[in-house]
């Protein structure tokens, strides 16, 4: 899904990811590249089920070495993953689908910042002490 990825956020994958790590990611890129990890890691262990199973069933294997129990039990992890890897798609392609478009996205508006500015009044003179009156003393 690295394509519609691509698309619908108009950079490389790679790039993605360092954006998603930013302070400033949107909630649907840093949600879209979580799922895509998950997805990743899903694919992964899928892959390492269907490998096992093969390697298990190569034409050159012994078939006394062959186990029912072990064939069941990997039947199990590979439905599991595929399971979830199935999950995975499901919300990653739903999340791109309901995103708007880009040119619909709502971009940043900038706002002029108002700055106040005010003039003081001159600071007041002193009010002349009374003639004869004495100063205080100050500790």
């Given at each position: 899904?690295?394509?519609?990825?691509?698309?619908v956020f108009g950079a490389?994958?790679?790039?993605?990811?360092?954006?998603?790590?930013?302070?400033?990611?949107?909630?649907?890129?840093?949600?879209?590249?979580?799922?895509?990890?998950?997805?990743?890691?899903?694919?992964?262990?899928?892959?390492?089920?269907?490998?096992?199973?093969?390697?298990?069933?190569?034409?050159?294997?012994?078939?006394?070495e062959l186990?029912?129990?072990?064939?069941?039990?990997?039947?199990?992890?590979?439905?599991?993953?595929?399971?979830?890897?199935?999950?995975?798609?499901?919300?990653?392609?739903?999340?791109?689908?309901?995103?708007?478009?880009?040119?619909?996205?709502?971009?940043?508006?900038?706002?002029?910042?108002?700055?106040?500015?005010?003039?003081?009044?001159?600071?007041?003179?002193?009010?002349?002490?009374?003639?004869?009156?004495?100063?205080?003393?100050?500790?």
């Amino acid at each position: 899904m690295d394509g519609e990825l691509q698309e619908v956020f108009g950079a490389p994958v790679c790039e993605l990811h360092e954006a998603a790590c930013g302070a400033d990611a949107s909630p649907a890129l840093a949600r879209a590249m979580e799922l895509r990890s998950f997805l990743a890691l899903a694919e992964e262990q899928v892959a390492r089920v269907r490998d096992r199973v093969h390697a298990d069933m190569r034409p050159d294997r012994d078939m006394g070495e062959l186990s029912a129990d072990q064939l069941r039990f990997d039947s199990q992890w590979l439905e599991a993953a595929l399971d979830a890897r199935d999950g995975y798609r499901t919300a990653l392609g739903e999340l791109l689908r309901t995103m708007p478009s880009p040119d619909q996205r709502p971009r940043p508006v900038r706002m002029a910042q108002l700055r106040a500015t005010t003039t003081l009044a001159p600071p007041a003179a002193p009010a002349p002490s009374p003639a004869g009156a004495a100063r205080a003393r100050r500790p």
